[in-house]
């Protein structure tokens, strides 16, 4: 079964539309920045052959360092709970390598993120760890936000997830993924 965390809206809710399981998000009663919500998903693993962590307090008057680390805790907590044989994609970002110049903790804390996946993809014996970094996407945040001129749909990020899913079925791991738009 697959798990997607932040199906509410955006990059989640597609994914939770495309491939089904279980999702967690504010909307069906888990706010993910609280300990007692995540331990109550965690309680599900042994359901759970695929785990996307999605969620992220984007936008939120939260972003402050007490919630911007959460879906690398939730990394370093699945990873320790999930089955063995189970596959975890992390959505990061490109941002970390696009707006160097800039005071932006969301930044900060997606490539704290990607740092923690090549961490684990290194463990022997561990659950298999994987990392998307998608540039500009089609979501109402990102388009209302930025109005970029070209965007990663989000049929093609689902397309994109499902072929790391599939190469992981077929015995092979994408460890890192770099996903953006011509522009």
Avoid at 8 to 20: N, R, S, V, Y
Avoid at 169 to 181: K, P, Q, T
Wanted: glycine share 8%; hydrophobic share 30%.
């Amino acid at each position: 079964m697959i798990f997607v965390t932040g199906h509410t809206d955006g990059i989640g809710e597609a994914l939770h539309k495309k491939f089904g399981g279980l999702g967690f998000s504010r909307s069906n009663g888990y706010d993910l920045r609280e300990k007692k919500d995540r331990e109550k998903m965690y309680a599900q693993l042994y359901k759970c052959s695929v785990f996307i962590n999605n969620a992220f307090p984007y936008g939120d008057d939260n972003t402050k360092a007490d919630y911007m680390w959460t879906q690398t805790q939730i990394l370093y907590d699945v990873y320790e709970k999930i089955n063995k044989e189970s596959l975890i994609i992390n959505i990061g970002s490109n941002t970390v390598d696009e707006n160097q110049r800039r005071i932006w903790p969301y930044q900060s804390a997606k490539a704290g993120l990607h740092k923690a996946c090549k961490q684990l993809q290194y463990i022997k014996g561990g659950p298999k760890v994987c990392s998307i970094r998608l540039g500009f996407c089609e979501t109402k945040k990102i388009l209302k936000k930025y109005k970029p001129s070209s965007y990663v749909t989000l049929d093609k990020i689902c397309e994109c997830i499902n072929y790391i899913i599939k190469s992981s079925n077929e015995g092979y791991l994408i460890n890192d993924m770099s996903v953006n738009a011509y522009e």
